[in-house]
């Protein structure tokens, strides 16, 4: 689409940029902002065509989560039905608000969002290394800006469409030419994203990978149901020799410090968030699923969210040309 090769080009060389998405019943918005020490670029779209365009030569550095606040500020967007947040640098859903305006994702308050390290909070990607191993914790996709391939709004439902492929910083760690799309679509109370890596290299590849969700939580009042009977592999206390055992709860709660992985997880699990909250949580493709609260290693924000993780654990062997595809819906029931 015309308007969003003119977003992708505007904010190539962005440090950070990020995509706000949101519908109501008679309109439709998609704004893509970027963010350097010296400029914001904002674009805003409606019902796909280009609205505005314009520099801003200044913005406050000093909110706690240094530029994001800046960015918000600067948008224009319905959110009379809801609204959600992409970042390019991590392609990280940073928000996704329900119709009644409650933000139902977390970001840490110690999260930065000046591409130095991965946004903490929100959807961040594990890829292509899910936890410690070979590469960098939890891979490199979540530290790398993506590019904006395409927005839509079909039958409503605002989508953007995000890519990345090698380059010389992860064939510095990993040495495979790959394709990764994603695509986060908002629809009447549900986030729907779809990844898909495709091997685009003359020879085979792995890969293991998560979709690392913050949910907004009062940990003392959060439950996760649908993961009894499961495999799992505690990696408390040590994340680099988990311990095997069978999950035997029918809901999972967070009194202490959890960091488990379930094995071959079912297709749906149910978040309460403790916040009044129910969320589905359902997935094709993502075979795995992952439970983590710091508890009072992170003292300062334990008690406000609660990772529930999609993830891959088994490695997924690709073949050149070959593609492996994952989707997810959250949403509140
Ligand atoms: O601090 P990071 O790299 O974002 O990881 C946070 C947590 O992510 C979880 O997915 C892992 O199971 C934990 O072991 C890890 O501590």
């Known amino acids: 689409m015309a308007a969003a090769s003119i977003v992708a080009s505007s904010f190539s060389s962005a440090c950070s940029s ?36 314009k520099t801003l030569l200044s913005y406050s550095s000093d909110s706690r989560h240094k530029g994001r606040e800046a960015l918000k500020h600067n948008s224009c967007v319905c959110q009379a039905a809801g609204s959600a947040e992409i970042y390019l640098y991590g392609a990280c ?18 999260a930065v969002f ?33 590019n904006l391939l395409s ?37 009447a109370e549900r986030l729907r994203t779809e990844l898909i890596i495709k091997n685009t290299d ?6 293991t990978t998560a979709l690392h969700t913050y949910f907004s939580a009062s940990i003392g009042g959060v439950s996760v149901k649908g993961l009894k009977g499961c495999r799992t592999l505690n990696k408390d206390p040590d994340p680099k020799n988990p311990i095997p055992g ?20 079912p297709e749906e699990l149910l978040l309460e968030n403790g916040l009044g909250d129910r969320i589905s949580i359902k997935n094709k ?25 999609n993830a891959k654990l088994d490695k997924v062997h690709l073949q050149p040309g070959e593609s492996w595809e994952a989707k997810q819906v959250i949403s509140v029931v």
Not at 115 to 140: L, M, R, V
Not at 246 to 265: I, K
């Open 114 to 146: 000046n591409g130095i390290k991965p946004i903490s909070g929100g959807i961040p990607h594990c890829f292509p290394q899910f936890g410690p191993g070979e590469i960098q914790q939890h891979g490199f996709a979540r530290n790398v800006t993506w």
């Open 246 to 265: 069978v999950e035997e709860r029918d809901s999972v709660t967070f009194p202490a410090f959890v960091d488990c992985m379930y094995l071959n997880s």
């Open 18 to 53: 990020l995509l706000t998405i949101s519908s109501s019943s008679s309109s439709f918005a998609t704004t893509a902002q970027s963010l350097s020490p010296s400029a914001l670029k904002f674009i805003a779209l409606r019902k796909g065509v280009l609205l505005k365009h």
């Open 151 to 187: 927005t839509e709004n079909q039958a409503g439902s605002p989508s953007v469409t995000l890519d990345i492929e090698e380059s010389e910083y992860s064939q510095s760690m990993w040495g495979h030419a790959f394709k990764a799309t994603y695509k986060v679509a908002l629809e």
């Open 285 to 309: 493709g993502w075979t795995d699923a992952v439970l983590w609260n710091p508890y009072l290693t992170m003292e300062a924000s334990y008690n406000d969210f609660v990772c529930v993780e």
């Open 93 to 110: 859903v940073t928000s996704w608000k329900s119709m009644d305006g409650k933000d139902l994702l977390f970001v840490r308050p110690d």
């Open 202 to 207: 003359t020879r085979p590849f792995f890969f």
